[in-house]
T-cell receptor
Framework: EVQLVQSGAEVKKPGESLKISCKGY????????IGWVRQMPGKGLEWMGF??????????SPSFQGQVTISVDKSISTAYLQWSSLKASDSGIYYC?????FGGGPFEMWGQGTMVTVSS | QSALTQPASVSGSPGQSITISCTGT?????????VSWYQQHPGKAPKLIIY???NRPSGVSNRFSGSKSGNTASLSISGLQAEDEADYYC?????????FGGGTKLTVL
């Protein structure tokens, strides 16, 4: 089955580091851009960045530049979103999505989301 | 890209039709016809329901349709059903970025 499976929920303290994952199944992982989207509690969707697993080409949202790192390990079909020092305001649900090859490249498939809670 | 503006909420009765607007600057929409719409039920991941203004992915009901005029894109839902109650987001993507609207909560009365 073609799907994206994300890592499980995380509870962290401010200042801690975190790396969450998004693994692709059932398709050529290196051929599709993967994007990350944040949803803060009760709020809307915010685009964070894209990565192309084929060559690790990355595009970052100015709103998240320097706050997170997007990476990929194509040998295991997995994309990552990483924080070096979490803040309480990083709490939310993080979704990965596969961009379509057609048209404007909308997010045609999504992972189930990873809930991140940052609290002292 | 600039923000895309949606109404916070819309409502309709079963069987009726509703329209959700998404207004942005020409720079927000960028590549003019790359507007997509997503449906999100509580606790669930978003689901693509319209792409490139007015195209439906396979499996999406033909009760959902999209259009665009000037700097306003619209999502229309006909024959409202209880299962349509959800949040809806417009979006525009290009090769280097993406932007989402603030979302619209649809209530089926």
């Amino acid at each position: 089955e073609v799907q994206l499976v994300q890592s499980g929920a995380e509870v962290k303290k401010p200042g801690e580091s975190l790396k969450i994952s998004c693994k692709g199944y059932g398709y050529s992982f290196t051929s599709y851009w993967i994007g990350w989207v944040r949803q803060m509690p009760g709020k809307g969707l915010e685009w964070m960045g894209f990565i192309y697993p084929g060559d690790s080409d990355t595009r970052n949202s100015p709103s998240f530049q320097g706050q997170v790192t997007i990476s990929v390990d194509k040998s295991i079909s997995t994309a990552y979103l990483q924080w070096s020092s979490l803040k309480a305001s990083d709490s939310g649900i993080y979704y990965c999505g596969r961009r379509a090859i057609f048209g404007g490249g909308p997010f045609e498939m999504w992972g189930q989301g990873t809930m991140v809670t940052v609290s002292s | 890209q600039s923000a895309l503006t949606q109404p916070a909420s819309v409502s309709g009765s079963p069987g009726q039709s509703i329209t959700i607007s998404c207004t942005g600057t020409s720079s927000a929409f960028g590549d003019y016809n790359y507007v997509s719409w997503y449906q999100q039920h509580p606790g669930k991941a978003p689901k693509l329901i319209i792409y490139d203004v007015n195209n439906r992915p396979s499996g999406v009901s033909n009760r959902f349709s999209g259009s665009k005029s000037g700097n306003t894109a619209s999502l229309s839902i006909s024959g409202l059903q209880a299962e349509d109650e959800a949040d809806y987001y417009c979006s525009s993507c290009n090769s280097i970025s993406a932007v989402f609207g603030g979302g619209t909560k649809l209530t089926v009365l």
